[in-house]
């Protein structure tokens, strides 16, 4: 990764306890993943797509599970033309049996399961917080929980999964003093703050935080790391353009460093580092939370995150960003329908100028 578009790491001073790791750093254990075999969902495109690929480049087995194939076939094909090894399957993460499937095929084509990843994840359909009326009855509408399902019963399908076939393994080879044995959960900065225009997909999160949490100490004694990225909104799919609008002149978390961010929490040989969270709050650097360091240290680095983007470098952020994403025509009407503003405003002192 190019370390050209750090435009925040020399200037972001990271919380007592926090552990500021540059992009240099991130893949400093990925050989551990030579013929290590990874399960991923949704790595179509977006993060889940940037981290199978990294993988596979350093020599590890992908099985990618996708609702969209099509997609998941081309990143399979993508890796195979670089000299990799992977196959896809349709997975709908909220379908028990499909991720049953997908772990089968990994231990049917490769023999074994070392890293598990739950990326697929979806944004928040609808307003939670509009109440809508059924047209006949006059009475509430049953929300939509489609995130629920996605981001946090898939997940709870991948890692239930996970703790059976990551200790299977038909490879006959021997084993080494410290096997890679990792389950990465994919949460969000949602997971530690509100996002008041997504409720559902906050829920979410948090849970995912929560569940990591919840399972360290279990898995630690199985020889099983586990860990929780959680990053700003990165530039995907799943951000929609009013969204994007919305975010205008907030730096966005680079997709490669986020995919470098849950090789690092999976490879790191150090047990004492499961259970760990990895904070992206912006362009920046990533940030390790040791376990024991969770709580305010957090919330002090999104204060002070937040007050980064005030005043004049948020408003060059800002109008970069929206020169982005509406037309320039559209700039340009606005422009000069200010400068036409101004110019009427000040009509009773056009003389005077002229004169001069």
Known sequence: MST?????QDQLVAPAGFTPILDGQLFEHAERLRDKVVIITGAANGIGKETGVRCASYGAKLVIGDLDLVGAEKTVSEI???GGQAVAVKCDVTIWDDQVKMFELAIEKFGSVDVVIPNAGIGEPGNFLEVKLDNKTGKPQKPNLSTVQVNLIGVLYTVHLAQHYL???LRKVDTPTQPLKAMILIGSMASWAGFPVAPIYSASK???????RSMEPSLLLKGIRIACITPFFADTGIIPT???????????TPVPRIAGAIIYAATHPDPATSGSGYVLPDDGPVFEVPREKFKMGVYKLLDDRLKSVEGIVYAVRLTKDLVKLVAKPVVVTVIGLGLARAFWSNR???????DI
């Open 80 to 82: 195979i033309a670089s």
């Open 167 to 169: 200790l299977i393994d």
């Open 242 to 252: 009013p969204l994007k609008v919305f975010l205008a002149g907030c730096p966005l």
């Open 206 to 212: 948090h849970a995912v935080l929560g569940l990591m």
């Open 348 to 354: 009773d002192i056009l003389p005077s100028f002229m």
């Open 4 to 8: 050209t578009s750090l435009t925040t």
